[in-house]
């Protein structure tokens, strides 16, 4: 069974003291909390996590030298096979979190088909994790991972499952489809994950498409949910997928405040948008844009208008088909196309590490009742700044509703927002190689 909505706009379709970890138990539950930053981490590597060699080279290869708050507190963890609730501000490196967990504990010479199951809400977030399976599991030759999303034939997507891959991306409506086509199993199942998991939890259908799923795996199995916002209401919903879980928060949501980011708004009318947009990024000094806009329509035709003032542009937004939109991500992703128009499909966990700059040309709106803008502003928001570089923020504010907004953002991450200065200094906004 398809859904006919789409998976991603509307419902389906991280001083010394702050340093400091902090460990309470509540209930069977057990809570680690801690500053969420970068620094003081330089005692600990990779191999403090006694790792599989092969990993360890892949690890070497991808750049990574030393691991992050979020990774030095949930791999641990993970690897002694907890289920974990895991909060940290975007771009920390939390995929890495469950797919190293994954891949250490997986038998590297015999794996069982379908080990692992990831879930998540967008197919360029499927993609995106399977490719890190790929990259990170690159010196394990057995272990094989396969993403599956909709838009694809059901029939290729049988296909490949032949191949018994061990471990299994994708988003909820295909992975049900393909469960109940019987092309799918999961009674090997040891590992369940849902990243970006309160996005996938407040949406009525997706959530009961993963409810089912998960009852379809055995109960024996470690569930690891991810996300770098977690609502009241998703954190109780959470606690029902999991056994013993262990929380871990790299800071608490007030102060998620987006390190390194440097924000501001613009004051403009809605017809003097474009004018503002093309003397900013005329102006400012960028590696890669993200501009969000509210809707499809909006999308195409501001990618439109910019691509014919010669700025290098490219939309992805939910009205393209699948192959296009993995498509325009691979090539965002590999740099080909400075500036990227996007709705909110590309909001969160999407990683784009060269983007330092992202334009609210529309602010966000509310989407549900539980998921609000200003959550969905911290996540467009967080699209900059990925592991510790600097980035820009500007929103730009044309109604009463929008001010509002601005406000509401302000007051929950407790931070200040200022009006856009007439110049801003290129190193505040982008690390100088
Ligand atoms: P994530 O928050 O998982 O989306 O990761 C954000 C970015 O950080 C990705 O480009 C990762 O490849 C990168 N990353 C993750 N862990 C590390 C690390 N320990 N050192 C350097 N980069 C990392």
């Excluded at 030095?72 to 690897?79: E, H």
């Excluded at 991972?145 to 909709?150: A, R, T």
């Excluded at 539980?370 to 699209?383: A, C, F, P």
């Excluded at 509002?404 to 190193?427: G, N, W």
């Amino acid at each position: 069974m398809e859904h006919n909505q789409d998976e991603d706009l509307n419902p389906y379709s991280e001083d010394e003291d702050q340093n400091e970890t902090k460990k309470k138990t509540d209930g069977d539950q057990t809570k680690t909390t801690t500053g969420g930053t970068l620094s003081n981490l330089h005692s600990t590597g990779f191999k403090d996590f006694l790792l599989k060699a092969e990993l360890i080279r892949a690890i070497s290869e991808a750049g990574f030298e030393h691991p992050s708050e979020v990774q030095v507190n949930a791999i641990p963890r993970a690897l002694e096979g907890k289920d974990i609730i895991c909060q940290a501000k975007s771009g920390m490196g939390k995929t890495a979190v469950f797919v190293l967990a994954i891949l250490q504990s997986i038998d590297s010479k015999k794996p069982d088909p379908v080990s692992a199951l990831v879930l998540v809400h967008t197919k360029e977030l499927a993609y995106q994790i399977h490719r890190e399976f790929e990259r990170l599991g690159k010196y394990l030759v057995s272990v094989k991972s396969q993403v599956f999303y909709g838009g694809i034939s059901v029939e290729k997507d049988r296909e490949r499952l032949t191949e018994d891959p061990a471990i299994v991306v994708g988003t909820p409506a295909r992975i049900l489809d393909l469960y109940r086509r019987k092309y799918l199993k999961f009674d090997k199942l040891r590992f369940f994950v849902l990243d970006e998991c309160d996005k996938m939890l407040d949406q009525k259908e997706m959530g009961r498409d993963i409810t089912e799923i998960f009852t379809k795996t055995p109960i024996d199995k470690q569930v690891m949910m991810l996300s770098a916002t977690f609502s009241k209401e998703v954190r109780k919903l959470a606690s029902k997928f999991m056994q013993d879980s262990e929380e871990i928060l790299i800071d608490d949501e007030a102060k998620l405040v987006l390190e390194g980011i440097l924000q501001y708004y613009v004051n403009v009318r809605e017809d003097q948008k474009n004018k503002k947009l093309s003397d900013l990024l005329d102006n400012l000094l960028f590696n890669q844009v993200i501009i969000f806009v509210s809707k499809v329509e909006r999308a195409i035709e501001l990618n439109k208008i910019l691509r014919e003032c010669n700025f290098p542009s490219l939309t992805i937004h939910s009205g393209l088909n699948v192959e296009d939109r993995i498509e325009r991500y691979k090539q965002f992703k590999e740099g080909i196309g400075r500036i990227l128009v996007s709705t909110d499909l590309f909001a969160r966990g999407v990683d784009m590490e060269k983007v330092n700059i992202v334009i609210n040309y529309d602010m966000p709106k509310p989407l549900t009742d539980k998921q609000d803008e200003i959550d969905t502003y911290l996540h467009r928001v967080g699209r900059t700044a990925r592991f510790g570089t600097k980035g820009l923020a500007i929103s730009f504010v044309s109604s009463p509703d929008e001010l509002e907004t601005l406000k509401k953002v302000q007051e929950r991450f407790v931070l200040k927002i200022s009006e856009l200065p007439d110049t801003i200094e290129t190193d505040q906004y982008m690390n100088q190689s």
